[in-house]
């Protein structure tokens, strides 16, 4: 079993086109890692040059926003589902 | 362009003045990998602000998940300027621009700025427009309003015995 992991349209040029991608790692930053490892491209998209989690993009671990959960951090394991996600906010 | 049917316009304009003088926000769904704005969602504006909208994040990942089980997309993204001009803000296009935002997306922007207290009455100026945002660059295009979706769009397919 594999933590899976659904990827927003944007971002399936990284996937060959599939919407889920499974991969594995004991925490987010892991995980992405790993992800970047078969999925190229992957964690520049998601990460910063700073290591943190770019701030328009939204990652949830099961239903819980990782923003709360220890960003990066956060634990991950077997069977969870992560999803990714687009942050939709602006201004005048 | 972005093709929209009437009801939908309108809602979207009802949407805006209903929540004057916050910012109001949500996306109009359709099949994915179409152009076609189908079903209107508003969504709750958690900043609750005349100057910033968001969409919470729970509400966000239940939005993308019921759109996901029903193979659509956010065709459209719009939101209401309540003071400034129907065009994207600087903060409007950072977010657009967003590593895994979708440059397909039309952003639709009202703006009820001149409608002050007459908020709901007919002949409230409400500006509507939409927009390409993508990678920090805001091309505006033509917004199409056919009176209804299904049958405005071309080309049909008619069968001859």
Same mark, same amino acid.
């Given at each position: 079993m594999a933590i899976e992991v &659904? +990827?927003?349209? +944007? *971002?399936?040029?990284?996937?060959?086109?599939?919407k889920t991608v499974s991969g594995s790692g004991a925490t987010l930053s892991a995980l992405i890692d790993d992800l970047d490892a078969q999925h190229s491209g992957l964690k520049n998209r998601l990460v910063t040059e700073e290591g943190k989690l770019h701030r328009f993009v939204n990652v949830y671990v099961n239903d819980e926003d990782v &923003?709360?959960?220890?960003? *990066?951090?956060?634990?991950?394991k077997d069977g969870d589902s992560v999803t990714i996600l687009p942050a939709v906010a602006g201004g005048c | 362009m972005l093709r929209?049917?009437?009801?939908?316009?309108?809602?979207? @304009?009802?949407?805006?003045?209903?929540?004057?003088?916050?910012?109001?926000? %949500?996306?109009?769904? %359709?099949p994915e990998g179409t152009e076609r704005p189908e079903r209107f969602i508003p969504m709750l504006n958690a900043a609750r602000?005349?100057? =910033?909208?968001? =969409?919470?994040?729970?509400?966000?990942?239940r939005l993308y998940r019921e759109m996901d089980d029903r193979d659509e997309w956010p065709v459209v993204v719009y939101h209401s300027h309540t003071a400034t001009e129907a065009y994207p803000s600087r903060?409007? @296009? %950072?977010?657009a621009s967003g590593p895994a935002a979708d440059p397909r997306t039309h952003y639709v922007l009202v703006s009820t700025r001149h409608h002050e207290k007459q908020t709901g009455l007919v002949g409230d100026d409400v500006e509507f427009r939409s927009f390409r945002i993508v990678d920090g660059e805001v091309s505006e295009e $033509?917004?199409?309003?056919? $009176?209804?979706?299904?049958?405005g769009h071309s080309p049909t397919t008619v069968v001859y015995d």
């Open positions: &659904r +990827i927003p349209t +944007i *971002l399936r040029t990284h996937t060959g086109g599939n &923003r709360f959960t220890g960003a *990066l951090d956060t634990q991950v | 929209i049917d009437r009801a939908t316009y309108d809602a979207i @304009v009802a949407h805006a003045r209903e929540d004057h003088p916050d910012e109001a926000c %949500g996306v109009v769904a %359709g602000s005349p100057t =910033f909208y968001e =969409f919470d994040s729970a509400d966000l990942l903060t409007d @296009v %950072g977010y $033509e917004v199409e309003i056919v $009176e209804s979706y299904l049958f």
